[in-house]
């Protein structure tokens, strides 16, 4: 095998991802499923990741399963990871995808709505983890990578719930780095505006929101899922052996919106 393909090699290896049935979740399970990976998808909407699930195991030969599980329900997650092992045997890595946030004025929340953002952005993570560990341990080049955002790395008021949580995925993230090296490594993708459809417009932006947004940005488009994508594939991948705990930023430019010249 040509030395460059070996390391996107990932036939034998059973990649696991949450918000599997989402834009960017989707498209990930597709990409591993092309390198060859057998995939675990998993989210709280059976019908369309059982779907996702079918259509990519018949697009790519690789073999793909679609698995209901409540992401804010620990037990659920526990049953998910029981039920990877059994179909597959193994995990070898851990797409912490799964969230969603939507903007709220600064003093707009309450408890309930901070708690649930950190339950579905934060804590679910921290779980399927949690259960993850003992079968990514015994695995080469075992690796967790997470759907971090922009909003939990900069001071974002009007998305006050979701960048909190995401802040704290992040840190949290990297503690896991810290701690479980060498055995498994960790890192966060730091995702700036994505199009991910109707999820975009459900979360409170309007079009003329979006194509404010896309002008800000040094590549002046907003990401695909494909673009997310390539950085879980390159976090996953053999290339990135040497690669835990940092913050990859999938922003097309976008953190330096204040500095492009005018
Ligand atoms: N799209 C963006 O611009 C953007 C930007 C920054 C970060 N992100 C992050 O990327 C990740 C994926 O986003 P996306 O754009 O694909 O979103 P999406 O809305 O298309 O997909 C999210 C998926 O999560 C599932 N889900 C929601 N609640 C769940 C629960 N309780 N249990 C299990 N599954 C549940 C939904 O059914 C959906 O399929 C998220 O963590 C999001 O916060 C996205």
Same mark, same amino acid.
């Given at each position: 095998?040509?030395?460059?393909?070996?390391?996107?090699?990932?036939?034998?290896? /059973?990649?696991?991802?949450?918000?599997?049935?989402?834009?960017?979740?989707?498209?990930?399970?597709?990409?591993?499923?092309?390198?060859?990976?057998?995939?675990?998808?998993?989210?709280?909407?059976?019908? =369309?990741? =059982?779907?996702?699930?079918?259509?990519?195991?018949?697009?790519?030969?690789?073999?793909?399963?679609?698995?209901?599980?409540?992401?804010?329900?620990?037990?659920?997650?526990? *049953?998910?990871? #029981?039920?990877?092992?059994?179909?597959?045997?193994?995990? *070898?890595?851990?797409?912490?995808?799964?969230?969603?946030?939507?903007?709220?004025?600064?003093?707009?929340?309450?408890?309930?709505?901070?708690?649930?953002?950190?339950?579905?952005?934060?804590?679910?993570?921290?779980? /399927?983890?949690?259960?993850?560990? @003992?079968?990514?341990?015994?695995?080469?080049?075992?690796?967790? /990578?997470?759907?971090?955002?922009?909003?939990?790395?900069? @001071?974002?008021?009007?998305?006050?719930?979701?960048?909190?949580?995401?802040?704290?995925?992040?840190?949290?993230?990297?503690?896991?780095?810290?701690?479980?090296?060498?055995?498994?490594?960790?890192?966060?993708?730091?995702?700036?505006?994505?199009?991910?459809?109707?999820?975009?417009?459900?979360?409170?932006?309007?079009?003329?929101?979006? =194509?404010?947004?896309?002008?800000?940005?040094?590549?002046?488009?907003?990401?695909?899922?494909?673009?997310?994508?390539?950085?879980?594939?390159?976090?996953?991948?053999?290339?990135?052996?040497?690669?835990?705990?940092?913050?990859?930023?999938?922003?097309?430019?976008?953190?330096? #919106?204040?500095?492009?010249?005018?």
């Amino acid at each position: 095998m040509n030395p460059a393909n070996e390391l996107y090699d990932f036939s034998g290896k /059973v990649i696991l991802i949450t918000g599997a049935a989402g834009a960017i979740g989707s498209e990930a399970a597709r990409q591993f499923a092309m390198l060859g990976a057998n995939v675990a998808l998993t989210d709280i909407n059976e019908e =369309k990741v =059982k779907a996702v699930a079918a259509k990519i195991q018949q697009e790519t030969g690789s073999e793909c399963i679609g698995i209901k599980a409540d992401a804010t329900n620990e037990a659920d997650l526990k *049953s998910l990871v #029981e039920q990877v092992v059994a179909k597959f045997g193994k995990i *070898s890595g851990l797409v912490n995808n799964v969230g969603w946030g939507k903007a709220t004025p600064l003093w707009g929340s309450d408890t309930e709505a901070m708690v649930a953002s950190y339950k579905l952005n934060t804590i679910s993570a921290y779980n /399927v983890t949690k259960y993850c560990m @003992p079968y990514l341990r015994k695995e080469p080049n075992a690796s967790v /990578v997470f759907s971090g955002s922009m909003v939990g790395v900069t @001071p974002s008021p009007e998305f006050i719930e979701y960048s909190t949580a995401k802040a704290g995925l992040i840190n949290m993230a990297h503690s896991m780095a810290v701690a479980s090296g060498p055995e498994v490594r960790f890192n966060v993708v730091v995702i700036g505006s994505v199009d991910n459809g109707d999820a975009t417009l459900e979360a409170g932006y309007d079009p003329a929101m979006l =194509k404010k947004i896309s002008d800000a940005i040094v590549m002046k488009r907003r990401g695909t899922p494909a673009d997310i994508a390539h950085a879980f594939v390159f976090l996953m991948s053999n290339a990135a052996s040497w690669i835990t705990g940092i913050n990859l930023m999938m922003d097309g430019g976008g953190m330096y #919106e204040s500095k492009m010249p005018s």
